[in-house]
């Protein structure tokens, strides 16, 4: 932990199902089951159906990058929150996942009593609220293929990063180091049931 604040505190964060009702406060879950009506397309005959479980929002142009996840410590330096878009991630190839997040606050720091972890099976994506704090996904196994839907503005403020305190701030994007402002290591363990798949 060089050039880190001292831990004082650690926060085990239990690891809970991604449902539609436990993201509520954070997102919404994009997969079949999560509660969308479907809308047939009248030119199939009914073979194909749309759901929209999203309106996704951009005050940007729009980046779709592939990022590819490999394991890492289950443990949260970093938390990020957008103003300008409803960041979206979609797995490819059905790998499960883990997400961090703490609901949108008013303050500059993320409330660290209502941080919580998600197991995602891999069959479903997510999309954050406006101001959402976030870690970037941790994944279970090696190669793990997400798309990531978010703007042009955070790849501008993530070049914005401060040389000292490696903190990137912009119009979109304000991402801190956690453990550093407050002491607090933030972890996890992979639940036995998704180590085991």
């Known amino acids: 932990m060089d050039n880190d604040k001292t831990v004082v ?3 085990d964060l239990p690891v809970e199902p991604a449902t ?5 406060p954070f997102g919404h879950i994009l997969g ?3 509660g969308a009506k479907a809308v047939p397309v009248d030119f199939y005959k009914g ?3 749309m759901r929209y479980p ?13 990022a590819t996840v490999d394991p890492r410590p289950m443990e949260v330096r970093y938390m990020e929150r957008h ?6 991630f979609i797995p490819l190839g059905g790998k499960p996942f883990i997400a961090v997040m703490a609901p949108p606050s008013e303050g500059e720091m993320p409330d660290l009593t209502q941080v919580r972890a998600f197991l995602f099976d891999g069959s479903a994506g997510f999309a954050l609220h406006l101001g959402t704090w976030h870690e970037f996904p941790f994944a279970l196994e090696e190669g793990t293929d997400l798309i990531v839907l978010l703007s ?10 401060d040389a000292l305190t490696e903190e990137a701030n912009g119009p979109d994007l304000d991402k801190k180091d956690i453990q550093r402002r407050t002491g607090t290591l ?3 363990s992979v639940p036995d049931s998704a180590a085991t798949k």
């Open 9 to 11: 505190a650690i926060l």
């Open 20 to 24: 539609p009702e436990a993201l509520a």
């Open 32 to 34: 079949r089951a999560a």
């Open 47 to 49: 073979r194909v159906t």
């Open 54 to 66: 999203v309106a996704f929002t951009c005050e940007h142009p729009v980046a779709v990058p592939l």
């Open 83 to 88: 103003f300008q878009h409803t960041q979206t």
């Open 152 to 161: 042009t503005q955070t790849g501008y403020d993530l070049h914005q990063r």
């Open 186 to 188: 933030i972890r996890f």
